[in-house]
């Protein structure tokens, strides 16, 4: 007999551990990573709990060391996928009723998991298959993945109170229904928090979901898959697919019951899933809920009254870790003429005390970026700057592919706002500075408004806090995440709700409640005490 109202209130975030030497989670990693380095795991696709293993298969390899093989991964065809949506839908009958309090206990039960006995399988696995160093993995796969587990109970929570008041002699409440049908969910490689978030939201509102992975984040999105049925989810509920993401969203958004698209990747792949969607919207049961966190070309402004080193520190941290491929990492900087030569040095002296290697030398700061079509168009970026007219590269620009896909954290300097690397996302550790005026400091803001067509994160740096002020309504539109004296990335679940609008998605902010209310259809239900029965009760004015 489920008839408690439990209250769940907000958490407090998974603390990172340290990890130093000796230290039991650092055995328990350092154990982890030996035994994931040297073993083979076979991933299947797993459709209602069952296991397929299709043949058809691809390699998950190291990113720091590209010819080492981690995994061998089975896709799925076009049979799988109109399996799986089968499956879900029959797992959805149960699913959609269970009572909300028992799938909020999946998903704590899932933290708990996280936190404790999966902690270092997942962290060694986003480690080696996405080429994250400890702290990168610790804050991504173990930390940030289970403030998204607890935070969304307590966002849930309050979405379920969110009651009407009663009428006279009537009884007034909200139902919050799942979608009716499936979501799909297509995660990026970079972080394994949001491919496990972008599944289990809209499975805490009831929904059953159909993951669709990044092939380049298989190995710890499979653990995490694995997680979820010792967590208790029942087969069905979310079912997984690698696979090709063109042919998983064909069939998908050509599905009668595709009810939502739960995105995060590139701006493109985005628009193209949307497009399909739009293209078969005729045949759904409901208008689909198409949510997307997409691309950024992540902006720092400095005014001339900031502070030289605490902007080095952000430039440099917030555009080189994990090699740039955050979402969120600093691609552009605005820096007043007069202040560029002191923030770039302490830069370049930042990047002298900071190794470049492989993931399991812990004293490596960087490591390799994702895969070979991502080194080729970072290197083809760096080659067409140094070869310009307008762009020159004043710190690293070296890169080197013989053993990983190794980048050397890159400053270009450009006497052109609009040149290319200042407008277009690359998605690596390459970052774009326009060295500015000091004294027009104003046009440059407008400058830095127009120049992008995303609008997902963004920091001002100034002593000046008028001036902060006054920036930050001029950058108003520019930035979905606004930093003020900080780096444009680094959000907590809980305290920053992520996401940005333009070209960079639909600003329905993971993290926070609103993401969660996409995925529920209220139903408002009214109910009469005392039924009227006199037609006139409303008309006495009405002679009789
Ligand atoms: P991507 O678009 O290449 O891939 C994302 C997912 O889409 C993958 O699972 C991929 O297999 C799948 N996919 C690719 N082509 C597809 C198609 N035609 N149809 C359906 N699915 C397809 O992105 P990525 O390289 O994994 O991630 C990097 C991008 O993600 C960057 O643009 C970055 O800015 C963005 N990102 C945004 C946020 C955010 O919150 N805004 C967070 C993380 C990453």
């Given at each position: 007999m ?10 407090a ?32 696709a ?9 043949g ?26 109109k ?12 699913w ?20 404790t ?11 080696l ?5 400890i ?44 979608l ?56 069905g ?7 090709s993401?063109?042919?998983?969203g064909?069939i998908c ?5 595709f ?10 792949t ?11 919207l ?7 809920r ?8 992540d ?75 991502s ?32 980048v ?10 609009k ?19 000091d004294?027009e ?27 902060c002020?006054?920036?930050?309504d ?12 900080d ?37 408002s ?17 009405i002679?009789?």
């Amino acid at each position: 007999m489920n008839n408690a109202i439990i209250d769940f209130p907000l958490p407090a975030n998974e603390p990172v551990k340290a990890c130093l030497e000796g230290s039991p989670e650092r055995i328990a990693l350092d154990e982890e990573l030996e035994r994931q380095y040297n073993t083979v795991v076979e991933i299947p696709a797993v459709i209602g709990g069952k296991e397929f293993f299709t043949g058809n298969t691809a390699e998950v390899t190291c990113p720091t060391e590209h010819g080492h093989v981690l995994a061998r991964y089975h896709m799925v065809g076009e049979k799988e996928v109109k399996m799986a949506i089968e499956a879900a839908m029959d797992a959805r009958k149960t699913w959609s009723r269970t009572p909300w309090t028992t799938r909020a206990a999946i998903n704590l039960k899932c933290a708990e998991l996280l936190s404790t006995t999966w902690r270092a399988r997942v962290n060694a696995a986003t480690m080696l298959g996405q080429g994250k160093n400890i702290y990168q993995a610790e804050i991504d796969s173990a930390a940030e993945t289970c403030d998204f587990f607890r935070y969304n109970v307590s966002f849930a929570s309050r979405i379920y109170a969110m009651q009407p008041k009663d009428a006279k002699n009537c009884i007034d409440h909200n139902e919050f229904r799942p979608l009716e049908g499936f979501v799909l969910a297509v995660t990026p490689f970079n972080f394994t928090s949001i491919a496990s978030n972008l599944c289990m939201s809209p499975v805490l509102m009831g929904n059953v979901a159909l993951w669709k992975p990044s092939r380049t984040a298989l190995l710890s999105n499979w653990y995490i898959m694995q997680m979820y049925k010792d967590a208790g989810l029942p087969d069905g509920v979310v079912n997984f697919l690698p696979g090709s993401g063109e042919l998983i969203g064909k069939i998908c958004t050509e599905s009668h019951y595709f009810a939502g698209l739960h995105f995060t990747g590139s701006t493109a792949t985005f628009n193209s899933l949307w497009a399909s969607a739009t293209r078969n919207l005729a045949n759904y049961v409901s208008y689909p809920r198409i949510v997307g966190e997409t691309g950024g070309k992540d902006f720092i402004f400095v005014h001339p009254s900031a502070d030289a080193p605490a902007v080095a520190h952000a430039a440099f941290t917030g555009a080189f870790e994990y090699q740039g491929q955050k979402c969120s990492a600093a691609s552009r900087m605005y820096i007043p003429r007069s202040m560029w030569p002191e923030v770039l040095d302490r830069m370049k002296k930042m990047a002298s005390e900071v190794k470049m290697g492989g993931v399991r030398d812990h004293d490596n700061y960087i490591n390799a970026v994702i895969d070979g079509a991502s080194f080729d168009r970072i290197s083809a970026r760096i080659d067409a700057a140094r070869a310009s007219s307008v762009a020159r590269i004043v710190m690293g620009g070296n890169y080197d592919k013989s053993v990983g896909w190794f980048v050397e954290p890159t400053v270009i300097e450009t006497a052109d706002p609009k040149y290319s690397t200042m407008v277009e996302e690359i998605f690596g550790p390459v970052l774009t500075v326009y060295p500015y005026e000091d004294a027009e400091w104003e046009e440059t803001v407008k400058l830095c408004d127009e120049t992008s067509p995303y609008g997902l994160t963004g920091s001002v740096f100034a002593k000046d806090r008028l001036a902060c002020e006054k920036i930050s309504d001029m950058l108003c539109y520019a930035a979905g995440n606004f930093y003020i004296n900080d780096r444009p990335t680094g959000a907590v679940v809980g305290c920053q709700p992520f996401g940005g609008a333009r070209a960079s998605g639909t600003d329905d902010k993971a993290g926070g409640p609103f993401n969660l209310f996409r995925w529920v259809c209220p139903r408002s239900i009214k109910e009469t005490l005392v039924p009227p029965t006199d037609i006139f009760a409303a008309y006495p004015y009405i002679k009789r």
